[in-house]
């Protein structure tokens, strides 16, 4: 019987290894269903994190001494899909992918969020043949080519500003003509000479070939259609909440959700569900940010070792 149960290894899971482990608890596993890090590591660069001032440096570089100092005080890490947590009596079944399944007396759940696919033709037809969610990952394949971004938000003008600096240029289309991104980095990006803005616009199609993608079609919002020649197309159009595995076998959630599926917790993380504990960005209110995942991590890990200390 595991004392808790972590699922996901982003920045929310690994503060909450550390702070269970080196809290005491001595039977923690994190699954996760690849390598530990989260949605950071695709990121260019991050500059929020308070402390973290290297500019150089990305969101894998960022990650990597965190696995090292989560790690060391005991915290086990199975690359494992958790399919669903369910309790049963006084305790925790955690079903693994392949039909496996482990007892712990609490979960935490850290499964984060997973970049949206915007809906658009042929977006699944080039995914990973001109179309990426990650420019970190795919920007270098368009290295002195053009490439376009869809979206407003904060992750959009980000990485696109990232893309300018190995793409010829950058073109990002938005659906209105003023941005979700916060502030500063409107005004970077809104800065670089290579960084191109097509407001009041959204992308009706994207076309290619056998080789990959050759162009995306332009609806603007005047009705008018343009076309756009080239090889990349970046989509940041916002996240899902990764929330299936608090589902019970009729699809029906085991603790209390909200209307965008994010779990309803309180401030010290508990869900609706003695023992179960939801952090990071699938909880509700997320602020979305690397920062407040490890708060929310360190917040639930104290109160599960609380939790079962209470229990004995
Ligand atoms: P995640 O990071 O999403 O981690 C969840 C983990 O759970 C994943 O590793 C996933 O594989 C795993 N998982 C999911 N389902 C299962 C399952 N069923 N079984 C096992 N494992 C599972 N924030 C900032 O503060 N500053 C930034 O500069 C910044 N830049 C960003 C740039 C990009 C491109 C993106 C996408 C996000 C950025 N963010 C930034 C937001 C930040 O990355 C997230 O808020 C943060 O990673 C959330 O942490 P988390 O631990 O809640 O979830
Ligand atoms: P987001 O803030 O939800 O922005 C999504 C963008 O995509 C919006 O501009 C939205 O347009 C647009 N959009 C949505 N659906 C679309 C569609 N079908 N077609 C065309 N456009 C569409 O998502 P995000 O940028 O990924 O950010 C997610 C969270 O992570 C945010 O809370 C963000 O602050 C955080 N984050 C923070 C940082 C940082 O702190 N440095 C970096 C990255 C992300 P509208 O604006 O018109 O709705």
Same mark, same amino acid.
């Given at each position: 019987?595991?004392?808790c149960a &972590? =699922?996901?290894g982003g920045?929310?899971?690994?503060?909450a290894?550390?702070?269970?482990?080196r809290g005491?608890?001595?039977?923690?596993t994190l #699954?996760?269903?690849?390598?530990?890090g989260g949605?950071?590591t @695709?990121s260019?660069e991050?500059?929020? *994190?308070?402390?973290?001032f290297?500019?150089?440096?990305t969101?894998?570089d960022?990650m990597?001494?965190?696995?090292?100092?989560c790690?060391?005080?005991?915290?086990?890490h199975?690359m494992?899909?958790?399919?669903r +947590?369910a309790?049963?009596g006084?305790?925790?079944?955690?079903?693994l992918? $392949?039909?496996?399944s482990?007892?712990?007396?609490t +979960?935490? +759940?850290c499964?984060?969020?997973?970049?949206k696919?915007a809906?658009?033709k042929?977006?699944?037809?080039y995914?990973?043949?001109?179309?990426?969610?990650?420019?970190?990952?795919?920007g #270098?394949f368009?290295?002195?080519?053009p490439?376009?971004v869809?979206?407003?938000?904060d992750t959009a003008l980000?990485?696109a500003f990232y893309?300018?600096?190995i793409?010829?240029d950058?073109?990002?289309?938005?659906r209105?003509?003023t941005?979700?991104a916060a502030?500063?980095?409107i005004?970077?990006a809104?800065?670089?000479?290579?960084?191109h803005?097509v407001t009041?616009?959204?992308?009706?199609e &994207?076309?290619g070939?056998?080789? $990959?993608?050759?162009?995306?079609?332009?609806?603007?919002n005047?009705?008018?259609?343009t076309?756009m020649?080239?090889t990349?197309l970046f989509?940041?159009? $916002?996240?899902n909440?990764?929330n299936?595995?608090?589902?019970d076998q009729?699809?029906d959630f =085991?603790?209390?959700m909200?209307?965008r599926?994010? +779990?309803?917790?309180?401030?010290c993380?508990?869900?609706s569900?003695?023992?179960? *504990?939801?952090?990071?960005d &699938?909880?509700?209110?997320?602020?979305?940010?690397?920062?407040?995942?490890?708060?929310?991590?360190?917040?639930a890990?104290?109160?599960? &070792?609380? *939790?079962?200390q209470?229990? @004995?």
């Amino acid at each position: 019987m595991l004392d808790c149960a &972590i =699922i996901g290894g982003g920045p929310a899971g690994l503060t909450a290894g550390l702070y269970t482990t080196r809290g005491g608890l001595k039977n923690v596993t994190l #699954f996760e269903t690849g390598m530990p890090g989260g949605q950071i590591t @695709q990121s260019s660069e991050i500059e929020n *994190y308070p402390g973290f001032f290297e500019h150089d440096k990305t969101g894998m570089d960022f990650m990597d001494t965190w696995q090292k100092q989560c790690f060391h005080f005991g915290l086990r890490h199975e690359m494992k899909k958790v399919e669903r +947590v369910a309790k049963t009596g006084e305790h925790f079944t955690v079903t693994l992918e $392949g039909g496996e399944s482990v007892e712990a007396l609490t +979960v935490i +759940v850290c499964t984060g969020s997973t970049p949206k696919r915007a809906g658009i033709k042929g977006e699944d037809e080039y995914f990973g043949k001109g179309v990426s969610t990650c420019a970190t990952c795919d920007g #270098f394949f368009y290295k002195d080519k053009p490439v376009t971004v869809l979206g407003g938000g904060d992750t959009a003008l980000e990485e696109a500003f990232y893309l300018s600096n190995i793409c010829s240029d950058v073109y990002v289309v938005h659906r209105r003509d003023t941005f979700r991104a916060a502030p500063a980095t409107i005004d970077r990006a809104m800065r670089k000479e290579n960084i191109h803005f097509v407001t009041n616009a959204v992308i009706d199609e &994207i076309v290619g070939d056998a080789m $990959g993608v050759t162009g995306v079609n332009i609806k603007h919002n005047d009705g008018t259609m343009t076309h756009m020649d080239n090889t990349g197309l970046f989509v940041f159009v $916002g996240h899902n909440v990764n929330n299936e595995v608090l589902k019970d076998q009729n699809g029906d959630f =085991i603790c209390e959700m909200n209307q965008r599926g994010q +779990v309803i917790v309180d401030l010290c993380m508990r869900t609706s569900v003695e023992g179960l *504990y939801a952090a990071g960005d &699938i909880r509700i209110e997320a602020p979305k940010q690397v920062v407040s995942a490890a708060g929310d991590g360190s917040v639930a890990a104290l109160q599960v &070792i609380s *939790y079962i200390q209470e229990q @004995q």
